[in-house]
């Protein structure tokens, strides 16, 4: 394949404060630009993200803030309308609007990339067309999502898209790998407070730490209310800029992985934590949901939790050896699966359905 010039509109690849987005899309943007292809991201000045860009120049592609629709039009009109596939993400302000300038000014390949497509079905069905409309879906010629599962099924037959694939989280494996650290932690968590989210959080963390009241835990993540009642074994950090994520993980005997309650439902819902803290090595306690199992293997590479007793049996018995076990055969199987280069291919070979080629010409190895 030859060198693609790709342009993508997401929430954030300078900003990880209060969203899971901008992590997974620097791992896809370094793996893209390695394999030779020009990459331009393009994000919405949000006042959410004024001072908390973790990373104000990624290393990879080239990353351009603008301020609104009018000057995204006037000033990428050409790049936009000259690339060989212009990407629009979910939650990304006036993503309708822009979607619909994408679809009538690229002459390239368009694809919508849903990181919260269960949210977005949800809101779609309330009738609410914020970051696409059922119009809009059957006007991209692929629907890229972070759930795989029937949903996509769904969405090829409820709203006429051409081509609904999968194209889940990933992780960098140069950021993410094991390093030594001291054990700081018997468990964490990391992760922005979702209403939703919160009671499973309750149940396989707090209600734990309660119980278990020697104890060390720790919560990360911002924008939790002041009334969430912290045991004193809970250690609270507001938020983790991504240069610490490595260290944090190093510094647990487990982490904890939670699923939204519209991800829960609609399976096959992997969030790029679950990727991250095992390319670290750190043995996963996850809720449970549907297609887990494709992703890792219960009990040999992650350890599934329906209530607080589950939680407290593996802190309390799992011994070292297995313990670290576990950590390494998930470990193994993110790098065999799940990294940036993973999706990279994937992507191209997306396109290459998409225009009906038949073979990648672009000989990079994965890994």
């Known amino acids: 394949m030859r060198r693609l010039r790709i342009v993508m509109f997401g929430l954030s690849v300078t900003s990880s404060w209060g969203n899971g987005h901008a992590t997974p899309y620097r791992s896809l943007i370094r793996a893209l630009t390695m394999r030779g292809h020009d990459v331009l991201f393009l994000e919405r000045d949000l006042p959410c993200h004024v001072g908390h860009r973790d990373v104000s120049h990624p290393l990879f592609g080239r990353t351009r803030i603008y301020a609104s629709l009018r000057e995204v039009k006037e000033l990428y009109r050409r790049e936009v309308r000259e690339a ?37 079905m949800a809101m779609l069905d309330r009738g609410d067309e914020t970051y696409i409309s059922r119009e809009l879906a059957s006007r991209y010629n692929m629907y890229l999502s972070f759930t795989g599962g029937p949903l996509l099924e769904q969405v090829e037959r409820k709203y006429g898209t051409l081509m609904a694939r ?84 190093n510094s647990q005997r487990f ?37 887990l199992s494709s992703f890792f293997e219960p009990d040999s590479e992650i350890l599934v939790a329906r209530n607080s007793r589950d939680t407290l049996r593996y802190l309390r018995d799992i011994s070292e050896s297995e313990r670290i076990a576990i950590g390494n055969r998930a470990r193994a199987k993110v790098m065999s699966a799940h990294t ?13 359905e998409a225009l009906g080629e038949a073979e990648l010409s672009l000989t990079v190895p994965v890994g």
Not at 91 to 97: D, F, L, M
Not at 267 to 279: K, M, Q, T
Not at 340 to 352: D, F, K, P, S
């Open 84 to 120: 060989d596939m212009v990407v629009v993400g979910s939650r990304v302000p006036e993503g309708t609007e822009i979607g619909r300038w994408v679809t009538s000014t690229a002459r390239g390949l368009r694809a919508f990339y849903d990181l919260d497509m269960p949210v977005t």
């Open 340 to 352: 940036g280069t993973h999706r990279a291919v994937e992507l191209e070979g997306y396109i290459m």
């Open 166 to 249: 999968p194209l889940y989280a990933s992780v960098d494996p140069m950021a993410y790998h094991p390093e030594p650290a001291d054990i700081e932690w018997d468990l964490g968590y990391m992760g922005t407070y979702v209403p939703d989210r919160q009671p499973m959080l309750s149940k396989l963390l707090i209600q734990p730490a309660r119980l278990k009241k020697t104890g060390r835990l720790v919560v990360a993540g911002p924008q939790y209310p002041d009334d969430v009642a912290w045991p004193p074994n809970i250690q609270r950090i507001e938020h983790l800029p991504q240069a610490h994520h490595r260290r944090f993980y």
């Open 255 to 291: 982490t904890l992985n939670l699923t939204r309650m519209d991800m829960a439902r609609a399976g096959y819902s992997p969030n790029v934590r679950l990727f991250e803290a095992a390319a670290c090595g750190t043995p996963i306690i996850s809720d449970s949901w549907d297609g």
